[in-house]
């Protein structure tokens, strides 16, 4: 009988790196939101400029035929207002927890009485159905387990028709849970994140963003209320 050596497993290099950025993120329970941040202006800083290469060309697609009002659900400083602005079909709103960023938001342009200081788990200051549309980007997965259903309801409550949600899910398709990097966020899987939608909206379905780190990928979050 021949003997033949073993061979050298070989190492998937993505996949080290994916172990080395989930040790790096700090698992902890879930807790209160980092809102302290939504007050720092390298903060707001960033916001500027974080989409341009992927979630602000996608949203342009999203709503390019759309109609009506509008709400930016945790708008921050209001550049993907201004995107959006653009087309005349469409009339957008916004809103933040953030007095500084929507500050930013009123400086850039927009018109005051389009955007307010809210928190997204309770948009009391808006009236069910108000808008044909609404939108969140990379907002969603920094609040509590209790915050997205919240957050989510409340979307629904103010939205007749078309609702988008940009958020990252783990690229291991485990529910990681509450992790710390610069922010505090969930990393969990398509599955956890479809329970909370199919809750509220009858009609959800995932579709990919180009936005990707080493730990997530971006998706867009798409639902559709019934008649």
């Given at each position: 009988?021949?003997?033949?050596?073993?061979?050298?497993?070989t190492?998937?290099?993505?996949?080290?790196?994916?172990?080395?950025?989930?040790?790096?993120?700090?698992?902890?329970?879930?807790?209160?939101?980092?809102?302290?941040?939504?007050?720092?202006?390298?903060?707001a800083?960033?916001?500027?400029?974080?989409?341009?290469?992927?979630?602000?060309?996608?949203?342009?697609?999203?709503?390019?035929?759309?109609?009506?009002?509008?709400?930016?659900?945790?708008?921050?400083?209001?550049?993907?207002?201004?995107?959006?602005?653009?087309?005349?079909?469409?009339?957008?709103?916004?809103?933040?927890?953030?007095?500084?960023?929507?500050?930013?938001?009123?400086?850039?342009?927009?018109?005051?009485?389009?955007?307010?200081?809210?928190?997204?788990?309770?948009?009391?200051?808006?009236?069910?159905?108000?808008?044909?549309?609404?939108?969140?980007?990379?907002?969603?997965?920094?609040?509590?387990?209790?915050?997205?259903?919240?957050?989510?309801r409340?979307?629904?409550?103010?939205?007749?028709g078309?609702?988008?949600?940009?958020?990252?899910?783990?690229?291991?398709?485990?529910?990681?849970?509450?992790?710390?990097?610069?922010?505090?966020?969930?990393n969990?899987?398509?599955?956890?994140?479809?329970?909370k939608?199919?809750?509220?909206?009858?009609?959800?379905?995932?579709?990919?963003?180009?936005?990707?780190?080493?730990?997530?990928?971006?998706?867009?979050?798409?639902?559709?209320?019934?008649?």
């Amino acid at each position: 009988m021949k003997w033949w050596p073993k061979k050298k497993k070989t190492r998937n290099p993505e996949n080290s790196k994916r172990r080395k950025a989930q040790q790096e993120a700090k698992t902890m329970a879930p807790g209160e939101q980092d809102l302290d941040l939504y007050w720092d202006p390298k903060m707001a800083d960033l916001l500027e400029t974080w989409g341009e290469a992927h979630v602000w060309r996608e949203v342009r697609l999203l709503f390019w035929q759309a109609q009506g009002k509008v709400l930016d659900i945790a708008c921050g400083t209001g550049k993907t207002m201004e995107i959006l602005g653009r087309f005349p079909a469409l009339e957008i709103h916004g809103c933040d927890i953030s007095d500084l960023l929507i500050r930013r938001a009123a400086d850039r342009g927009l018109a005051p009485d389009r955007v307010k200081v809210a928190d997204a788990t309770n948009l009391e200051c808006y009236e069910t159905g108000q808008f044909r549309h609404s939108y969140s980007i990379g907002s969603l997965e920094h609040f509590t387990e209790s915050g997205i259903d919240d957050f989510v309801r409340e979307s629904h409550r103010v939205t007749t028709g078309f609702s988008a949600h940009m958020i990252p899910i783990s690229r291991s398709g485990e529910d990681e849970g509450w992790m710390k990097t610069v922010q505090s966020f969930f990393n969990n899987s398509e599955s956890w994140w479809r329970a909370k939608f199919e809750k509220y909206y009858d009609t959800v379905v995932f579709s990919p963003s180009g936005w990707e780190d080493k730990i997530s990928v971006g998706v867009w979050i798409l639902c559709q209320k019934g008649n």
